[in-house]
DNA sequence: TAGATTGTTAATCGATTAACAATC
DNA sequence: TAGATTGTTAATCGATTAACAATC
């Protein structure tokens, strides 16, 4: 529900996972405070909420947290992908080898003008007439979208309305779920990286000083 | 100070630029909240506390608030990005329509291979070895990592010392900044897709659930 | 004047943390 | 037993919001 709190679970378990190939055998909730940068107070906390119980002495035990993990965050299902989009961000991501080892698999890509698209990718590029097919007989429940801002917002639409309830969206465009009001049935992440820049140059300039400083040269 | 208010800021500005564009003259608090998403009462404390004061009556002034922003967020000095590591998705950015009209302008890339890399980038691309003397000569203080996960944390080093002040980090392994302990002199920003995709995952699975549903699964 | 909107204070809300009893 | 770590409660902290006096 809190946004803070999934993305601790995410690296719970990829850092659980790491542990495990390491040998370990149980941690502590000052480990994985440390691990991800929280205090180990909030670590017991998420556990508790989870119902992963340690023992008072031994810490938490690996296999039982990476058992618990994956279902949790839903390992166990197909992490099939489709990216709809297929210019020069959407082919660099079907070649984007951070995927595999996520258990995410990229399966089919969707472009206006599939034709147009580099003959070797990794993965079928197909007509966006093909899309809704795609989704349903696939089951499809996440998407990319990699296409330019002006189209955004219509791809997204086509999405959500084949049943996609997941969009990570690369286009310049803050996109929100519109569709069924604000009983919105897809959760939509922009990844906005002019947004991203503009940002960092504005934590960048005021590094070192503090607002009423930032205040007093815009009154110079 | 807050990443939240930071990027509130970024929105105000990019809205307020959009309005301005469209003619209007004046805004009111609820306008601007309605439209990013927050109440009237947050957009009135913020700009109170970066002292933008508005007419009791009339709103805040357009024009006063494009300039002030633009004070606020440095849009006067220049933004100039670099970008290390001209692989797919490093080259893909460097196409990226959406920076010219934010006025960040991406000015030379660099890989460890430079003469491996296409001709036909809009930008010039150098060695590694050629970093530090353009860092420092055009006073470059953000920059983008996109190489490969395993060579990031050195990578992210070096950028550091040649005086890199900012990094959108694109490489799937989640960048700090150690080198200068806690006093960090360089402010990161993760774009971790898998784990964005993860979590997308994570909550289309458990739109329609709560918790206890959830962990009532986890036990069956 | 009446109505509307700002600016600010105090209240609320939720997340995080400190602290400690329970217990291995 | 003594020491260490969990699980949970109560305190803290900070951000957001409601409310309203000031005033255009």
């Not at 994985?32 to 023992?55: E, M």
């Not at 210019?87 to 984007?96: F, T, V, W």
């Not at 079928?124 to 429940?141: A, H, R, T």
Request: glycine fraction near 8%; charged fraction near 25%; aromatic fraction near 8%.
């Amino acid at each position: 529900m809190n946004k803070e709190f999934i993305l601790r679970l995410t690296k719970y378990k990829r850092l659980i996972h790491k542990l495990k190939s390491l040998g370990f055998e149980r941690v502590f909730s000052n480990n994985l405070g440390d691990a991800i940068g929280v205090t180990p107070a909030l670590v017991r906390k998420d556990f508790s909420t989870l119902h992963l119980s340690g023992n008072k002495r031994g810490g938490y035990n690996i296999d039982m947290l990476v058992e618990e993990f994956d279902v949790i965050l839903g390992r166990n299902s197909p992490q099939n992908v489709i990216i709809v989009g297929c210019g020069r961000i959407g082919q660099a991501l079907m070649q984007y080898p951070g995927f595999a080892s996520d258990d995410i698999h990229l399966v089919a890509g969707f472009d206006k003008a599939p034709d147009s698209v580099n003959i070797d990718n990794p993965i079928p590029i197909f007509g966006m007439d093909k899309l809704e097919n795609f989704v349903s007989e696939n089951n499809i429940k996440v998407g990319i979208i990699t296409v330019p801002g002006e189209e955004a917002s219509s791809v997204l639409d086509k999405m959500v309305d084949t049943g996609i309830r997941g969009v990570l969206n690369f286009a310049p465009v803050e996109l929100k779920c519109q569709k069924y009001d604000c009983d919105c049935k897809c959760v939509i992440h922009n990844v906005n990286i002019g947004l991203e820049l503009e940002h960092l140059f504005y934590q960048v300039s005021t590094q070192d000083t503090d607002f009423s400083i930032v205040n007093d040269n815009s009154k110079k």
